[in-house]
């Protein structure tokens, strides 16, 4: 079945510093790449999302990356600051009324 | 613009007894989608529902259900409760064609 890998499940930097998370999927037909942030206690939030028909995208200090040939995509975060400690999703999907597939989640801690 | 709105936010139950989970969509959003987060885990699919209609269920055992209103806001039941249903359910929601998700900020259930 489709699936989402995700990698680190845990990201430790110092605060200042730039963070990679990476994900890579297996549908080929998958077109649309969301990410999501989740603070302790809330539900997650979208953060950033792209579609197949660009590679990057950036939205002040976050950015997705997508390499449609080898099926992966990237969320870098520069200039790291403590509000960004959370733990983060990818996702998946055809775009359209069809349902996300969803990472395992990678928890980014941000060091003072 | 109101959130996607869950209730309540936390409830204790007693192992075997049944619980109901609320959700409401945004307002013109037709798909609800409900998730059971387990402390520090990802989040599992449980259940789909669009336009009153059960899309698609994940791995869960049928004492999980659900159901969809005209309205479009969303019911999920969990029945015969035991200890390891303990987790944080979340129900989003999305616009048919739009990709993204909104999600509410989730039901605490603690299953004693």
């Known amino acids: 079945g489709e699936n989402v890998e995700q990698h680190p499940s845990t990201l430790s930097v110092q605060e200042g510093d730039s963070a990679v998370i990476k994900c890579t999927y297996s549908d080929s037909a998958s077109n649309y790449f969301p990410w999501y942030k989740q603070e302790l206690g809330k539900g997650p939030q979208l953060i950033i999302d792209?579609?197949?028909n660009v590679g990057e995208k950036k939205d002040q200090r976050i950015a997705v990356t997508l390499n449609k040939t080898a099926k992966h995509f990237s969320l870098h975060i520069t200039e790291t600051q403590p509000e960004d400690s959370a733990v983060y999703f990818c996702a998946a999907s055809r775009w359209g009324n069809y349902q996300l597939i969803w990472g395992a989640g990678t928890k980014l801690i941000i060091k003072p | 613009e109101a959130g996607v709105t869950q209730s309540p936010t936390h409830l204790i139950k007693t192992r075997g007894q049944q619980v109901t989970l609320r959700c409401s969509p945004i307002?013109?959003?037709?798909?609800v989608y409900w998730y059971q987060q387990a402390l520090g885990l990802g989040l599992q699919f449980l259940l789909w529902?669009?336009?009153?209609?059960?899309?698609n269920r994940g791995n869960f055992p049928p004492r999980f259900s659900g159901r969809q209103f005209p309205n479009y806001s969303s019911e999920l039941n969990v029945n015969a409760l035991e200890l390891e249903d303990s987790a944080l359910y979340l129900c989003a929601s999305s616009l048919e064609g739009a990709g993204g998700y909104t999600f509410g900020s989730g039901t605490r259930l603690t299953v004693v």
């Open positions: 792209i579609r197949s």
């Open positions: 307002s013109g959003h037709t798909s």
């Open positions: 529902y669009d336009e009153g209609e059960e899309r």
